[in-house]
T-cell receptor, first 113, second 113 residues
Framework: NAGVTQTPKFQVLKTGQSMTLQCAQD?????MSWYRQDPGMGLRLIHY???????DQGEVPNGYNVSRSTTEDFPLRLLSAAPSQTSVYFC????????????FGPGTRLTVL | GQQVMQIPQYQHVQEGEDFTTYCNSS?????IQWYKQRPGGHPVFLIQ?????EVKKQKRLTFQFGEAKKNSSLHITATQTTDVGTYFC?????????????FGKGTMLLVSP
């Protein structure tokens, strides 16, 4: 099993550009989520999904879109990148829901100039 | 909003000294999870506490969940250089809808040999 995979590992964008961060898991987990990690801020939830076709907002959803068309994939779209979105992004998945062990991907380091 | 406060933010110890990090919530938690993130890595699940007053041990690590399910602690006995990293607690709050994890800001542990 590959676990949770994320691409790309690193990305540099210019302000206003759009892009999609990819996340995939091969563990047949129902629950998937996206977090951003900024220095001294811990992990903050952006969006989450409890299953294919079901998504909801987390603590910091503005500027991000998600969709969940399959169990395996949960892409995160930045609509119009801003410098405030410079961060490390982690995707996580778990069996059932958030009450269970979260498996994190390796992260994507995004810089917006 | 739902918050989990974690202290200290940072601790530097000599190898062999003990270390403790504390998490506190103003409202009752359904459960609490602990994660470790090595420098440059992703969070890795350590343990989950569910019951009031629960105490769990993993070798030199001792995890406690308070009687009121509002606070938790992680204690490391006789730290080693391999314990270096940031330790996060993540609380699951009771909810009528979908529950999500709220992470503390983490405690960064440095261990000098």
């Amino acid at each position: 099993n590959a676990g949770v995979t994320q691409t790309p590992k690193f990305q540099v964008l210019k302000t206003g550009q759009s892009m999609t961060l990819q996340c995939a898991q091969d563990m047949n987990h129902e629950y998937m989520s996206w977090y951003r990690q900024d220095p001294g801020m811990g992990l903050r939830l952006i969006h989450y999904s409890v299953g294919a076709g079901i998504t909801d907002q987390g603590e910091v959803p503005n500027g991000y879109n998600v969709s969940r068309s399959t169990t395996e994939d949960f892409p995160l779209r930045l609509l119009s990148a801003a410098p405030s979105q410079t961060s490390v992004y982690f995707c996580a998945s778990s069996y059932g829901d958030a009450e269970n062990e979260q498996f994190f991907g390796p992260g994507t380091r995004l810089t917006v100039l | 909003g739902q918050q989990v406060m974690q202290i200290p933010q940072y601790q530097h110890v000599q190898e062999g000294e003990d270390f403790t990090t504390y998490c506190n919530s103003s409202t009752t938690l359904s459960n609490i999870q602990w994660y470790k993130q090595r420098p440059g890595g992703h969070p890795v699940f350590l343990i989950q506490l569910v019951k009031s007053g629960e105490v769990k041990k993993q070798k030199r690590l001792t995890f406690q969940f308070g009687e009121a399910k509002k606070n938790s602690s992680l204690h490391i006995t006789a730290t080693q250089t391999t314990d270096v990293g940031t330790y996060f607690c993540a609380g699951l709050f009771l909810s009528s809808g979908y529950s999500t994890l709220t992470f503390g800001k983490g405690t960064m542990l440095l261990v000098s040999p």
